[in-house]
Structure formats: structure tokens, C-alpha cells
Nanobody, 126 residues
Framework: VQLQAFGGGLVQPGGSLRLSCAASGFSLSNYDMSWFREAPGKGREWVSF????????PYADSVKGQFTISRDNAKNVVWLEMNSLKPEDTAVYFCARYRHNYFAGQVSLLDQYNLWGQGTLVTVSS
């Protein structure tokens, strides 16, 4: 049972990247999911959440209108589309599986997640 995040890399300011989070050993269709990020020297912060149906997708204020979360349960994958990237978006990005099988809120809290991917580094620099 694991999550694997990939798709990070070096991108210039204003560029775009799409991160993927692939699940193995379980079906993503049973779980709400989130993306978090951890910038150098900072704590891990919540970025976005998506419920199992993809119909509820809140975002952190810092990325609202810039990032888009989506999923394909048949492919067992969650994506994070990142546009207009800025140097302050530089971070290791993690996907995480929500621990509840019902919506319990508090989606931005780390302890609401019971499975984490290994992270993928996004560097925004010219």
C-alpha cells in the first residue's frame, strides 16, 4: 500500500507543471485525497483537497486560481496542475490519503491523513 508522487522538476517563473500521485495496493476511489507542500526551511502546508467524486475541491488561498486538483479513479491517480508558477511555489510536494471514510472536515491538518507519498521536488527558478 503506497502513494507515489512524481512530475516535479525545474521550471521557469510563469511556467506550468502537472504533478501525479499514483496509488498502489488500494483503490483511490474509496478515499478523499490532498496535496501538501514543504518549502525549504518551512513546515508542511496544505495545498488542495479532492473528495472521492471530484466535486469538492478547496484550495489554500496561496494557490487559488493558480492550481487545479483532479482525479481519475479508474486510473487510480490524482493530479495537481500548477500554472503561473512563482519562485515561492518551490517546495517538495506530497500527496496524502485522508484517513476517514466520511467527510470529517479539517482537511488542512496533517493528522487527518494516514498515508503519504514520498514527495516530488518542484523548483521554480530562472
Amino acid at each position: 500500500v503506497q502513494l507515489q508522487a512524481f512530475g516535479g522538476g525545474l521550471v521557469q517563473p510563469g511556467g506550468s507543471l502537472r504533478l501525479s500521485c499514483a496509488a498502489s495496493g488500494f483503490s483511490l476511489s474509496n478515499y478523499d485525497m490532498s496535496w501538501f507542500r514543504e518549502a525549504p526551511g518551512k513546515g508542511r502546508e496544505w495545498v488542495s483537497f479532492i473528495n472521492v467524486y471530484g466535486g469538492y475541491t478547496p484550495y489554500a488561498d496561496s494557490v487559488k486560481g493558480q492550481f487545479t486538483i483532479s482525479r481519475d479513479n479508474a486510473k487510480n491517480v490524482v493530479w495537481l496542475e500548477m500554472n503561473s508558477l512563482k519562485p515561492e511555489d518551490t517546495a517538495v510536494y506530497f500527496c496524502a490519503r485522508y484517513r476517514h471514510n466520511y467527510f470529517a472536515g479539517q482537511v488542512s491538518l496533517l493528522d487527518q491523513y494516514n498515508l503519504w507519498g514520498q514527495g516530488t521536488l518542484v523548483t521554480v527558478s530562472s
